[in-house]
């Protein structure tokens, strides 16, 4: 038996499908078949950019959902024939065998969990990226108490009907905050059934005026800001900043030359810490939280999937339709 798997053999290069061994577990790792897998921004990244790799050959990709082959010797919770999602941290690990896009991933037992029987392997692979991100962004980042301890008032999510902004809007909610979010128009409706209370339009030259309106219109003070987007933070900033500031956390670093907003405290999500420094949130977020939200129904797949065919052989075509941008929906491969 061998391992298909689409291969980045140098930087700035196509991927190419080639024939690999079976990667063994080690002592707190899954070996887990791959039935399906979904793309993110950080991987056409990678391969355009030469960005976050430190040898080649590589294996790119983080978001996965297949079945377990084996597990290592101190693994707990965790059997063969187990179905799961987690977070391939291959972009942390810099190690091949920890990379999506292939037919056997080595996934950490700490980014993993565990799939109801109604979840499909489709649905499920669109998860680890984009709760990685708003995970680490509200718990670690702005350090907002972990459920069952409920948050109250307004909390903003920019870029609401990206893969990683329909994460936080439902965190966020879940959470018990009131959630304002700016997506294109055609997103809004499905934003409010994932929890946004409240959508504008970010293409409109008054959208920060509008939302701190219907903020105060509503009796709510927003002083908790998630910017999955990160392409004009100066604007979720504008909006804590007339709320007397707050806190900001961001997908990507704020503007070295740009104007510091007075009062906000800013930091910066790296989701690929729930298999690093922060293994424990990331057993608690992906084998609890997560595990229990999905069988519950409280948190729900998003957003939309786009189906590629062609396996393996399509990812490459996959990341370039991807770095053109897409719009509220996730691109999956059946492995
Ligand atoms: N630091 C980390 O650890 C980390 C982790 C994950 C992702 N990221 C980064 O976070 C970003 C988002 O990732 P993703 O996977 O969520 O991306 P994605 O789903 O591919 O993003 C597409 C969405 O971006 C929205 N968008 C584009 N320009 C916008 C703007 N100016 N304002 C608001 N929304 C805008 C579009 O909204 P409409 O269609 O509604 O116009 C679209 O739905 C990427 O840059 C990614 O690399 C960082």
Known sequence: MSNQAAVLE?????????????PKPGPSDLLVKNHAVSTCPVDWKMRDYDFAIEKYPTILGSDIAGTIEAVGSSVTGFSAGDRVTGFADVILSKDARNGAFQQYTILKDCAATKLPAATTFEQACILPMSVATAGVGMFVCMD???????SSGGFLVWGGSSSVGTAAIQIAKIL?????????????????????????NYSDSSVVDN????AKASGQKITAAFDAVSENPSLPAAILEAFGG????????????????AGVEISNIVAARVAGDQKDFGKWLFGEWLATALTNGTYVPSPAIEKVDGGLGALQKALDTHKKGLSGKK???TI
Request: net charge positive; with cysteine.
């Open 246 to 261: 707050g806190k900001l956390c961001l997908t990507v670093a704020y503007p070295e030359d740009a104007k510091k907003p």
């Open 331 to 333: 691109l999956v491969l």
């Open 10 to 22: 140098e930087a700035k290069s196509a991927l190419t499908v080639k024939s690999l061994s079976i």
């Open 176 to 200: 018990g905050f009131t959630v304002f979010t700016t997506s294109s128009p055609r997103h809004h409706e499905y934003l409010k059934a994932l929890g946004a209370e409240s959508c504008f």
């Open 211 to 214: 939302i701190v309106n219907a």
């Open 144 to 150: 907002i108490p972990r459920p069952p301890t409920q």
